[in-house]
């Protein structure tokens, strides 16, 4: 059974910078591809950024620039690396995996996912 578990949320004021881990537990990992989504109060969940083996590294036009997504060697955990943050990046964010590389920022070709962990970025 796939498990994600993201960490590393909290409260940070605008300029600031925060670094998420999702750890994946279950299977091998080594081709999954791993995705970062958000979810703003009010809002529909959006694609943060995504890594996978067949397309590379994709990032929101929102985030570029100011995060960094990476997978240790093993590539069952994943980090996002979230500098010089933006009130706007307010968000519960989520972490995901599917088996194919594939159209790494669409949400609905993920089948796991984590409960998400609340960023706060403060004015």
């Known amino acids: 059974q796939v498990r994600l578990v993201e960490s590393g949320g909290g409260l940070a004021q605008a300029g600031g910078s925060l670094r998420l881990t999702c750890t994946a537990s279950g299977r091998s990992f080594n081709t999954y591809t791993m995705g970062w989504f958000r979810q703003a109060p009010g809002k529909e969940r959006e694609f943060v950024a995504g890594?996978?083996?067949?397309?590379?590294?994709h990032y929101a036009d929102s985030v570029k620039g100011r995060f960094t997504v990476s997978r240790d060697k093993g590539r069952s955990t994943t980090y996002l690396q979230m500098n010089s943050l933006k009130p706007e990046d307010t968000a519960v964010y989520f972490c995901a995996t599917k088996v194919n590389g594939g159209r790494v920022h669409v949400e609905n070709t993920y089948p796991y996912w984590g409960q998400g962990t609340q960023v706060t970025v403060s004015s």
């Open positions: 890594n996978s083996w067949s397309e590379g590294t």
